[in-house]
């Protein structure tokens, strides 16, 4: 499973389905609610006008008939988001589509729907959604999206779209149900020779693996398999029905009792919990897919205790049973008895029966807390967090700040966490490197500072940090630093020793300075050497904490400069305000200053900089001419590819030992 979510395409899909899943579950929580009040309203036999059994069935019939539309509308709707085509066309499309695979497979009227997430519910809207994304471009009616009309226009386009949509998806589904007609078939002649036992277990594993994907596991399984199973029976008056209902699925599919009681004890994330909470008195009654949606389905952590846990308390029970005489009482159990109750009643009000059900729960709440632990420790951002400072040997470390963030299951960031999961084990002292590039003084023709930058060892490659993004997306960032830190510290100590101190720069992100302890941290490893902390201009964005940690910095004797200027948050408020000692041009205005524009922009930050005693660095300077027109323009330091890239601790030292720049090149400064 974690392979298969390697895969982007694949990935995406999964996002949109989950996203689908979690949009309809307020709707189940109302249908969930018919339903228990309907059996509330049957057991206890109330009879009024506002709540009487026979009004109350035909509600849950009505909501339950309809659970289908409602899946595949959800299911259209993003996966049309998705491909980028009209929503309410796509929503549209699929539920005619689904109409017609409905009658077309039983023509009757009025129209019988399936309950739930069927496979024609899953099918029909993501393979109709993606035909209008394929047929838009060559079927569309073309016309101006211009004038005032063009919101009628942008629907019209889609007329041909539409038909063709329609009609292939019919097709397309016509010619995968007939071969599934036929595997089926060929299923079902295969488990007419095995054991019971194996045909028992057969029929569970698949009831629990289509719960997984979101298909409701016993109507499916009902109307491919047949009911005939589930009247046998196992003991004397039970069937493999009531088996079921009291060993196997107890609180509905992946037994949904200890599914809740460990989301209960184990959660302490508000969504979850609040989750856990709404859903007891549904659970109770063996009604779970409150749970089910948003938690369990395609939930690679959740598999294992979802899918196989049912199927060892049916073993375990079985064999109890073969073991221990228990007699059953013949009286029928409803699938909504919760669980307890049914085994007290079925048991003829016997206590040996209600013991076991207590130990398989407590077998089951065991083992869902280990996987749950596991998922939520996944999405957690301090196990994240002591992954990375494990990996880069961080003295000392950092506790979770709020800067820290846990990827939660939406539809940007599930994507993200898996990345994440697979970069960390990457990311080590080993392949992980600091290289400094030089910046050039070009009034006294020497190069006596750096700049820390982080490069990634892949095999014989050297690259930089591509994993950046992904690093302060998981609020990782202050954990980079100050690794940052601790080797340009080491790095110092060693040069020093060798006679050679000179001034270094490092970045700091803005999430490490609102990190109150990773500031702090920072500055015992490098407070009182010639260090230039380069932030940002976002950085004074975040409000008073950034801004009192940075005077923290300065107070410390670091020197404070404002990397990238002339793009993004740029504005002349920032150095006017704010005590700077240096300030860098950004690549993509030296790559202008060839142009008049350009040239002019430069040169008036340069001047305005060196009124306010701030010193000016050009970064990514790589042409001859750059140089030329910087040092015309009287910038103070120059650092880019012109003269070097970074380079590593030694290189850096014998660089500086033979670097020259002629006379000729500073005389005029």
Not at 160 to 184: C, E, K, N, P, S
Not at 450 to 470: C, K, M, S, V, W
Not at 661 to 666: D, G, R, V
Request: glycine letters at 6%; charged letters at 20%; hydrophobic letters at 50%.
């Amino acid at each position: 499973m974690k392979r298969l979510l390697k895969n982007r395409r694949l990935l995406l899909y999964i996002v949109t389905l989950q996203e689908a899943f979690t949009a309809i579950v307020p709707f189940f929580l109302l249908s969930s609610l018919i339903t228990l009040v309907y059996f509330t309203v049957k057991y206890f036999h109330i009879d009024s006008a506002l709540f009487n059994a026979k009004n109350l069935r035909l509600w849950m019939d009505a909501f339950n008939s309809f659970t289908s539309l409602a899946a595949v509308s959800a299911i259209a709707y993003f996966f049309a988001e998705r491909f980028s085509v009209s929503r309410i066309m796509a929503v549209l499309l699929a539920m005619t589509a689904f109409l017609a695979v409905v009658l077309i497979e039983e023509p009757v009227f009025p129209v019988v729907l399936p309950y739930g997430f069927t496979p024609g519910a899953l099918f029909v809207p993501i393979v109709s959604t993606k035909l209008l994304a394929l047929f838009y471009p060559k079927l569309t009616l073309g016309l101006p999206l211009k004038d005032a009309n063009k919101h009628i226009y942008r629907l019209f386009n889609y007329l041909f779209v539409y038909l063709a949509a329609f009609f292939a998806t019919i097709f397309l589904y016509g010619v995968i149900d007939g071969v599934l007609d036929r595997l089926f078939a060929g299923l079902q002649e295969w488990m007419q020779g095995i054991p019971r036992l194996m045909e028992y277990l057969f029929r569970d594993l698949f009831v629990q693996i289509s719960w997984y994907f979101g298909i409701h596991g016993a109507h499916l399984s009902n109307g491919l398999l047949g009911k005939e199973l589930l009247s046998e029976t196992i003991a004397p008056h039970l069937s493999f029905a009531e088996f079921n209902r009291l060993f196997v699925v107890m609180g509905g599919a992946g037994v949904g009792v200890a599914m809740l009681i460990a989301l209960l004890i184990q959660v302490r994330e508000r969504t979850y919990r609040l989750l856990a909470r709404i859903s007891i008195p549904f659970v109770l009654f063996n009604i779970n897919t409150l749970l089910i949606y948003p938690i369990i389905v395609l939930n690679r952590f959740l598999f294992v205790p979802f899918v196989l846990l049912p199927l060892l308390n049916f073993l375990v029970a079985y064999l109890f049973l073969l073991w221990v005489p228990i007699s059953f009482v013949d009286t029928y159990i409803p699938w909504t008895t919760p669980v307890f109750v049914n085994g007290y009643i079925k048991s003829g009000g016997g206590f040996r029966l209600l013991l076991f059900q207590l130990f398989l729960l407590s077998i089951d709440t065991l083992v869902y807390l280990h996987y749950l632990r596991k998922f939520f420790r996944a999405q957690s951002a301090e196990e994240h967090r002591e992954i990375l400072q494990k990996n880069l040997d961080i003295r000392g470390g950092l506790k979770a700040g709020e800067g820290i963030h846990a990827y939660a299951a939406d539809k940007e960031v599930i994507e993200a966490n898996a990345r994440l999961e697979e970069l960390l084990p990457t990311l080590t002292e080993d392949n992980l490197l600091i290289y400094y590039q030089p910046k050039i003084d070009l009034r006294q023709g020497i190069c006596s500072r750096y700049e820390a930058l982080i490069r990634y060892r892949q095999g014989n490659r050297l690259t930089g940090p591509h994993f950046l993004d992904i690093i302060e997306r998981a609020g990782l960032a202050p954990i980079l630093d100050l690794w940052v830190a601790q080797r340009v510290k080491r790095d110092l100590l060693r040069w020093k020793a060798e006679g050679f101190d000179p001034e270094l720069s490092i970045n700091l992100h803005p999430d490490t300075l609102l990190d109150r302890e990773a500031v702090h941290a920072i500055i015992s490893e490098l407070g009182g050497e010639k260090v230039v902390v380069e932030i940002i201009e976002r950085s004074f964005l975040y409000g008073k904490e950034a801004l009192t940690n940075l005077e923290e910095l300065q107070k410390a004797g670091f020197t404070i400069s404002i990397d990238d200027f002339g793009v993004g948050y740029s504005n002349l408020e920032t150095i006017t305000r704010q005590r700077m000692s240096e300030l860098k041009l950004d690549k993509a205005l030296i790559d202008m200053v060839e142009s008049r524009n350009g040239y002019l922009v430069c040169q008036k930050i340069v001047e305005l900089c060196h009124e306010i005693d701030c010193q000016v660095v050009a970064e990514g300077v790589e042409k001859e001419e750059q140089y030329r027109l910087l040092k015309e323009m009287e910038v103070d330091f120059i650092q880019g590819y012109y003269f070097a890239p970074a380079l590593s601790a030694e290189e850096a030292r014998e660089y500086a030992e033979h670097f020259f720049l002629p006379s000729s090149e500073t005389e005029d400064r």
